[in-house]
């Protein structure tokens, strides 16, 4: 009788076993459902917070998607667009944005120009923003009480801010860094100076993540940075750089790609110190610097050169930016496009066309390349 009974137990303990590993978990299949997304960064993630706080970007800024300035330094939509999209959530206000700003859905507290360190050097008067990612976090703080407060008066504006359970339901995205560096390499500094300064700029990183962690943020979707080697405002003003086989400038890159081993590593650190947080990096060096390595695959040419700018071998001076107004042998010219931006891979000699834009989000969101490999509509969860 006990051999019975023992036989009976194992064949219920098998088949128990056998569901389990049959049936999968019930996240399996779910996707994760984000009220809102707020992000922090600089001009790769932009969507007006600069041209809000100091001068509307000119056209053709714009041109190819929103026939209209929006103050995004490409032709048309940017990567955050195309993740707001991918969660059927309206394209982000920027923070800065004090006419027809709607936070229903989340907040944009990122401007072109800016670093995750305070710069010593500010617009106008400098090359960056004075928002910087500690001013960001900062103005997210100020942010939640002040939206309650609308929140608690009711009334029209009431219903243009998130609602409280968004915070911690909300994705947290971070496209920042890249200035830092550029930061270094203008001001004078070697590639091996350069690289030195990476460990407290990724540090700097990470206790504004914290930051933002403790007022009520959970699921972190962070870029690292992309290929700076590849683009013309590196290749136009370091000219004697030495070049892969592609054309970037390839120390640049490798500073790059060294910021980006740091981050990788202090996120996987700052998992273990925040166990609560789903955290996931993405790197977006490797799909954007796949353009340059085989731009006909992707259906580009001339990789390398910027279509809206003005001269020299890249198309680009940084002088005369995309939209300015130059004078040419006396006559006043406005710094246009190329015919078919939807060809190019660099917009402006910094920024990526809508077209590049395209084909990294839809790279990165599958899993691809982030760590762990999850896709971002699973980006809730920690593995």
């Known amino acids: 009788m006990a051999q019975i009974e023992f036989l009976r137990h194992m064949s219920l303990v098998s088949l128990i076993v056998l569901i389990l590993c049959s049936t999968p978990p019930i996240f399996a299949t779910k996707n994760c459902d984000f009220p809102a997304i707020f992000n922090f960064g600089a001009s790769n993630s932009d969507t007006g917070g600069l041209a809000a706080a100091f001068q509307a970007l000119p056209l053709p800024n714009g041109e190819t998607f929103f026939n209209r300035s929006t103050g995004r330094f490409s032709d048309g939509r940017i990567i955050l667009d195309f993740i707001a999209q991918s969660f059927g959530l309206p394209y982000l206000s920027p923070y800065l944005n004090s006419l027809g700003s709607n936070f229903t859905h989340g907040a944009n507290f990122a401007t072109a120009g800016s670093t995750i360190k305070i710069p010593n050097s500010i617009i106008p008067n400098g090359m960056f923003s004075p928002f910087s990612l500690q001013i960001q976090s900062i103005q997210?703080?100020?942010?939640?009480?002040?939206?309650?407060?609308?929140?608690?008066?009711?009334?029209?504006?009431?219903?243009?801010?998130?609602?409280?359970?968004?915070?911690?339901?909300?994705?947290?995205?971070?496209?920042?860094?890249?200035?830092?560096?550029?930061a270094g390499f203008f001001g004078n500094k070697t590639i091996q100076q350069v690289n030195t300064t990476v460990p407290d700029i990724v540090k700097s990183f990470i206790d504004n993540i914290k930051n933002i962690y403790n007022l009520g943020a959970r699921s972190f979707w962070i870029h690292n940075t992309g290929p700076i080697g590849?683009?013309?405002?590196?290749?136009?003003?370091f000219p004697s750089a030495i070049k892969d086989r592609y054309g970037c400038a390839k120390q640049y890159n490798e500073v790059s790609q060294y910021f980006n081993l740091k981050l990788k590593e202090a996120l996987a650190q700052l998992r273990k110190d925040l166990p609560l947080a789903a955290i996931t990096y993405v790197d977006i060096y490797s799909p954007k610097y796949s353009l340059f390595q085989n731009p006909k695959k992707y259906g580009f040419e001339l990789p390398l050169v910027a279509c809206c700018g003005n001269g020299g071998k890249y198309n680009y001076n940084i002088r005369a930016g995309c939209g300015a107004t130059i004078n040419i042998n006396g006559t006043n010219t406005v710094v246009g496009s190329c015919k078919k931006p939807s060809t190019r891979i660099i917009w402006d000699g910094t920024h990526y066309t809508e077209a590049a834009n395209k084909i990294v989000f839809d790279q990165i969101s599958n899993g691809a390349f982030t760590d762990p490999p999850i896709p971002l509509n699973r980006a809730c969860y920690k593995k």
Do not use: H, M, W
């Open 230 to 237: 590849c683009v013309p405002l590196i290749l136009a003003n």
């Open 140 to 182: 997210f703080k100020d942010f939640i009480p002040k939206a309650k407060f609308i929140r608690d008066q009711g009334g029209v504006f009431a219903t243009l801010i998130p609602k409280e359970d968004y915070y911690s339901k909300a994705l947290y995205t971070f496209d920042i860094g890249q200035n830092d560096l550029t």
